[in-house]
């Protein structure tokens, strides 16, 4: 079982993913909690690239590095442990790449879904969480939690592009993507209904 977390900045993916990975190991599986872009050890050096607010990068570049994240946390980490028989659950994946580069920075949807498919070797997620939640609410959530890094740092219509991509991707696969509003700061509400929602898909 293969779940991702996916959501704009300050929509609480962290918080619920690792009370996710709490509860199902409560009840007795085996779950491995990662996350992109960083999910590996190189992964690691291309998330500090990719947030690094003096980065200065073109958009293509961006769109490959988080394909080359990608590619070594689908081989090295999440294929491996789905072959263990984990519950794997991933802080982003190929949905923040469609929502961002496409959504955010206007890059083309073919490019990128082609992209997206490579470096994901064509795993797609059994289950994907969308955490929304609006920029306005959002941003001032991540702000508390530290410096802005190059995404949080992006002009409002930026991330209102980003929301409106997530919600669209919704709509069009409304088996695999369950939108869950996170506007209201009750953390226990939202969490039930995440795992109302596994649940039924486990
Ligand atoms: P986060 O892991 O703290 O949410 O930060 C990762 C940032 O990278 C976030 O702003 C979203 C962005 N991102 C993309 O733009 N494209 C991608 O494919 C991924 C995985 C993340």
């Known amino acids: 079982m293969f779940i991702t977390f996916e959501g704009p900045e300050g929509c609480g993916k962290s918080t619920h993913s690792k009370k996710l990975k709490s509860y199902l190991e409560g009840k007795g ?3 491995l909690l990662t996350q992109e872009p960083g999910g590996t050890q190189v992964g690691k050096h291309i ?4 947030l690094n607010p003096e980065s200065v990068l073109d958009e293509t570049t961006e769109v490959y590095l988080f394909a080359a994240d990608r590619s070594e946390h689908v081989s090295k980490v999440v294929l491996p442990a789905l072959k263990e028989g984990k519950v794997v659950i ?3 994946y190929v ?5 961002y580069q496409i959504g955010g920075r206007g890059l083309p949807e073919d490019l990128v879904r082609y992209i997206n498919m490579v470096s994901s070797k064509g795993l797609i997620p ?8 609006s920029p306005e609410v959002g941003i001032k959530r991540a702000a508390q939690v530290g410096a802005a890094d190059r995404f949080e740092k992006e002009k409002i219509q930026f991330h209102q592009k980003v929301r409106a991509k997530y919600l669209e991707l919704a ?3 409304p088996e695999r993507i369950k939108v869950i509003k996170t506007d209201s700061r009750d953390i226990d509400k939202v969490q039930e209904k995440i795992r109302g929602i596994v649940e039924t898909k486990l």
């Open 171 to 173: 709509q069009n696969d």
């Open 29 to 31: 599986h085996k779950v």
């Open 47 to 50: 998330r500090s690239l990719l």
């Open 95 to 99: 949905d923040s790449t469609l929502a």
């Open 90 to 92: 991933s802080d982003r």
């Open 126 to 133: 059994d289950l994907t969480l969308l955490l929304d939640v």
